[in-house]
Structure formats: structure tokens, C-alpha cells
């Protein structure tokens, strides 16, 4: 698509901001593959994202993300889906700033709490009835996905969501 950079346009922000929902149609608008880095970790280890968590903790968990990650951004440009945690190690920003542009959905917590009550699948969530743990982990992480170099709010409908993506992607496209 003309003035979009050719490069991967990665999908960041805290769980339920919807990166899997807008990342599959902004792929679809961009003609590119769609990647979610969840489902490459599930797909390179044979373990859904509960079990590893489970079998091996967190740390674990957050190096295959890594790997995936790696894997992603050496293929041709796509649009991505990186998990909720994807912005806490530097080595991902150093990834990202090199191959791709980043985009915050970003989503006030209230919104993401209704969005993400009665979900199940996310080990980070559970436990955690009230969303206590979630939300200091949302205070924790949102100055991370502020480092994005686009913002969007990402609580209006899909369709306009990947509107203002595009419409973002022009401007960087010019200045770069
Ligand atoms: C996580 C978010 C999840 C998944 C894992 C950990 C996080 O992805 O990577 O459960 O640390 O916020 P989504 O953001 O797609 O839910």
C-alpha cells in the first residue's frame, strides 16, 4: 500500500486491547501475513501458553517469546500480535525498533477488565478475581507501551481502529 513503511507493523498493548482482532484485519487491509507471537510460541514448542507457564514459570515463557520473536521479524514484513508482556525486555524493543514499527493499542483499564472478565487462557489472569495483580501490572507496563512510536486509542470499533493505523502509517511513511 503506498506511504505505508515496508516493514512489520508490531501490535503492542496490555491483554484484551485487542491486538489479535485489529492485527488480523489491518493484515487483511495491508495484504501482508498476519503473526501472533502466542501462537508461534505454542506452535514452536507444542505446548499451549497455560502449560508452559505451569510446567516451566514465566521466565521460560518470556525467552520463547523472545525466540518467537526473533522468528517473526526475520521473515518478510507482516503484521504482528506480540503478547501483553512482549515490552518488558529491552531486547525485544531493540528488535522491534530495528524491524518493525510499533503501534499501541492502548485501552483504559476499566475497559480492559470488562473485556477480559469471564475470559479464560491467560495464566497471568488467574487467580486474580478483582484484577489487582493485573492492574498493577497495567500501571507497571504502561509507561513500556508508551515507547511505541504510534498511539491509538483502540477502544472505538475495529474498523475505525485500523482506520487511524493506516492513517498513522501515511505520516510515518512521509517523515521516513
Ligand atoms: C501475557 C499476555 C498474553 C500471553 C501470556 C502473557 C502478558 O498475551 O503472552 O499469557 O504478560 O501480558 P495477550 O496479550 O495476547 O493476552
Not at 92 to 98: K, R
Not at 159 to 176: F, M, N, Q, Y
Amino acid at each position: 500500500m503506498e506511504g505505508i513503511p515496508f516493514k512489520h507493523m508490531a501490535l503492542v498493548g496490555f491483554m484484551g486491547c485487542g491486538k489479535s482482532t485489529i492485527g488480523a484485519r489491518l493484515a487483511a487491509e495491508l495484504r501482508r501475513p498476519f503473526v501472533d507471537t502466542d501462537r508461534l510460541v505454542e506452535e514452536l514448542t507444542g505446548s499451549s501458553i497455560p502449560a508452559i507457564f505451569s510446567a516451566y514459570g514465566e521466565p521460560v515463557f518470556r525467552e520463547h517469546e523472545h525466540q518467537a520473536l526473533v522468528q517473526a521479524l526475520a521473515q518478510p514484513p507482516s503484521v504482528l500480535a506480540t503478547g501483553g508482556g512482549v515490552v518488558m525486555r529491552e531486547g525485544n524493543w531493540q528488535l522491534l525498533a530495528e524491524h518493525a514499527v510499533s503501534i499501541w493499542l492502548q485501552v483504559p483499564f476499566a475497559e480492559i477488565r470488562r473485556r477480559l472478565a469471564g475470559t479464560s487462557g491467560r495464566p497471568l489472569l488467574q487467580g486474580d478475581p478483582e484484577f489487582e495483580q493485573a492492574h498493577r501490572l497495567f500501571v507497571q507496563r504502561e509507561p513500556l507501551y508508551r515507547r511505541a512510536d504510534i498511539h491509538v486509542d483502540a477502544t472505538a470499533p475495529p474498523a475505525r481502529v485500523v482506520d487511524s493505523i493506516l492513517e498513522a502509517l501515511r505520516h510515518v511513511g512521509k517523515e521516513r
